[in-house]
């Protein structure tokens, strides 16, 4: 079993930056691909990144290209988001993923609990 915290969420005024954390714990990660979702108030959970397993390759909403940079530590089992030039529209809470990406995108196995993200205009 695989347990994934995060980390870093807040109240944060647009244009600002904040970065989220996500260590996972358990079983070995180190051949999942990593993301990110997010959920908006009162609509559906949407894919923001993802990274590949190696490091290699990333993969990003068109929402949130140029503004968000995923990466992760291997040596600390951790992913992270950089989330620049925030826009309220970028209010969510955003939850971790590990699986596999695909062409039809990040299918997660895990799922960490989520970190609320306010952007305030």
Known sequence: QV???ESGGGLVQAGGSLRLSCAAAGRTVRDY???WFRQAPGKEREFVAAIGWSGDNTYYADSVKGRFTISRDGAKNTVYLQMNSLKPSDTAVY??????YSVLGLAPNYWGQGALVT???
């Open 33 to 35: 691909d990593m993301g």
């Open 95 to 100: 939850y971790c993923a590990f699986g596999y």
């Open 3 to 5: 347990q994934l915290v």
């Open 119 to 121: 952007v305030s205009s």
